[in-house]
């Protein structure tokens, strides 16, 4: 279970400042109070990284939260992808993007600090020493890794991380699956993102800026797996049973998703409370 610094659960829903939120799709005033109104429904996990929009994401998300206690808002951001897909695992290189973090959120420290696709060479020992000591320093409170492939299996094996962020969707594979299941053994919380890939709504005309970023997003990713892609969208495929999936049968600890509608967070939050209480 994941819990804020009062020792109370942090909840199974973690909000995904990112994609829209990062630049002109969304408003950076609508960011900051679709952010209020979650917290106002018990969303307390909030997730974010430095490659959003060249830091504007974690600006805003920064700016969301001044004023709020510490104690009931539990934060997350990454290192190693910098904007424009620039990678450094490098220790100097984690430092200077953790406190570049921590300026534009606003705060003194990170509750989890996510290593963001690293490869499997780039998980030395001198790397997970220094990470060691930023949990030590009381600049990180958690360690995560957050992948798709080879890396993830590595990092459990290593015992340096807390947290696993990765694919949990409808459509996961046996590979896919056997990493969350990997993670579980060592006792590693679990957050699962792409768990809604499979419910999405069939195509409709783009009636705002950020309808039009997921249509270029989901084009881009068609055109990058050759029209076939790996979760597909259908219609017998709720939100509900994409939620069921993630959080009863994969055991995920934490749903992360973006959304730009108060309505979508609601349903959401509702349904996962539902699942919460009868598994």
């Not at 829903?13 to 630049?23: E, L, N, Q, R, W």
């Not at 929009?53 to 290192?79: C, H, N, P, W, Y």
């Not at 999405?200 to 990713?221: E, F, G, H, N, T």
Request: charged content about 20%; glycine content about 12%.
């Amino acid at each position: 279970m994941i819990v804020t610094r009062s020792g109370q659960s942090a909840g199974r829903i973690g909000f995904g400042v990112s994609g829209p939120h990062a630049g002109m799709a969304v408003p950076p005033r609508k960011t900051i109070d679709l952010v209020h109104k979650a917290v106002a429904l018990g969303i307390r996990i909030f997730d974010t990284g430095p490659s959003y929009g060249a830091g504007a994401a974690e600006r805003r998300l920064g700016q969301a939260v001044s004023g709020m206690s510490r104690d009931d808002i539990f934060i997350s951001t990454k290192v190693g992808t910098l904007p424009g897909g620039r990678k450094d695992f490098s220790p100097k290189g984690i430092e200077a993007s953790l406190q570049a973090s921590l300026w534009r959120l606003g705060l003194s420290f990170i509750d989890v600090l996510f290593l963001h696709g690293p490869a499997v060479c780039d998980l030395t020992p001198q790397l997970l020493d220094f990470l060691s000591t930023l949990k030590r320093d009381g600049l990180v409170r958690y360690l995560g890794i957050a992948g798709r492939g080879a890396e993830l299996g590595h990092a459990v094996q290593t015992g340096g991380f807390d947290i696993m962020m990765a694919p949990a969707g409808l459509f996961i594979d046996a590979r896919g699956r056997s990493f969350l299941e990997m993670a579980k053994k060592e006792n590693m919380a679990l957050w699962g993102i792409e768990v809604l890939g499979a419910a999405s709504a069939p195509w409709r005309w783009p009636q705002s800026r950020a309808d039009l970023w997921y249509l270029a997003r989901a084009i881009k990713r068609q055109i990058s797996q050759g029209g076939a892609g790996v979760q597909h969208s259908n219609p017998a495929a709720s939100v509900r049973t994409c939620l069921h999936n993630a959080l009863c049968n994969l055991s995920v600890d934490v749903v992360l998703s973006t959304s730009t509608r108060l309505n979508h967070l609601q349903e959401m939050t509702m349904m996962v409370d539902e699942l919460t209480r009868t598994s």
